[in-house]
């Protein structure tokens, strides 16, 4: 992947963009030039030595893409080739909102069958789309529509969230009947960083405390002191203690946008005071 992690805009070109795929059945279509000598952004250009044209795909030739729209659940699944079946992932992303597929298809590319679930920002949810307007019965409906596809092994069921993501999958781990695999949290709070309107979880609009928000001298912000557990109200705070089964957190210390590795602490150090 570091041909496609590392890319840069263009010089002149828009900055702060990222390289996100929308339509997962088409590939991206790459052109890798070698320039002689060494070139940079200020410099004309050298001699194309030698070029390719790659593709990027995201979906392996036999995976199946459905539409999900049942009970009022919005997501897409995909299925790995052959009758299964097969173990799955709920696949939960975070404040940007919208139906995020790239992920679920890679899982699916390597023999996970994945739900993508949209909560937010979704124009088939109920609106306003600049809050979370589905609760806790939203998110257990959907882990129970994956459980019970005959196509997927109903007790290798795991939940896979990012950023606020993260707090959705150890809120929904917590639920009594959810009883997943497994968890990953990659960089998000253990807790809500915006109100709460109910005891389902549905929230205010998705605006955090901008006493909390950084700026550097460029005018870039950091949203990364939002999700400091200390700045969390606690009735926001999932209970960890109440998950039972093997827990991943990834923590990128870089990101700016949540409090990876304080929360990942927190959250080891409530399951080491209260082990299942």
């Known amino acids: 992947m570091g041909l ?5 805009p263009a010089p002149g070109g828009r900055e702060g963009l990222r390289l996100r795929k929308k339509n997962v059945e088409i590939p991206f279509v790459v052109h890798v030039s070698l320039i002689e000598g060494h070139v940079s952004p200020r410099e004309a250009e050298g001699a194309e030595l ?5 593709e990027r795909w995201y979906v392996a030739p036999g995976v199946r893409r459905t539409p999900v729209r049942h009970g009022g659940i919005i997501g897409t699944l995909f299925l790995p080739p052959g009758p299964g079946p097969f173990p799955a992932m709920l696949d939960l992303w975070g404040m940007g909102g919208g139906l995020v597929e790239y992920r679920a298809a890679l899982f699916a590319s390597r023999g996970y069958a994945s739900l993508s679930l949209a909560y937010i920002g979704h124009k088939e949810l109920p609106a306003p789309h600049n809050r979370m307007n589905v609760g806790d019965s939203y998110f257990k409906r959907a882990f129970q529509l994956l459980q019970d596809h005959p196509q997927v092994c109903a007790d290798k069921v795991g939940i896979i969230g990012l950023s606020f993501g993260v707090y959705l999958a150890l809120r929904t781990a917590a639920q009594p009947g959810i009883n997943p695999s497994c968890l990953v949290c990659v960089n998000g709070p253990a ?3 915006v109100k709460l309107s109910d005891t389902e979880g549905r929230t205010e609009a998705f605006e955090s405390e901008l006493k909390y928000w950084s ?3 460029k005018g870039y912000v950091s949203f990364k002191d939002v999700s400091l557990p200390a700045n ?7 209970k960890v203690e109440n998950i039972d089964c093997p827990l991943m957190f990834i923590v990128g210390e870089d990101d700016l946008s949540s409090a990876s590795k304080e929360n990942a602490d927190l959250v080891w150090l409530i399951c080491s005071l209260f082990p299942n």
């Open 50 to 54: 030698a070029a390719v044209t790659t």
């Open 191 to 193: 807790g809500s960083t």
């Open 215 to 217: 700026f550097d001298n």
């Open 4 to 8: 496609f992690w590392s890319l840069q």
């Open 232 to 238: 969390l109200s606690p009735e926001n705070m999932v």
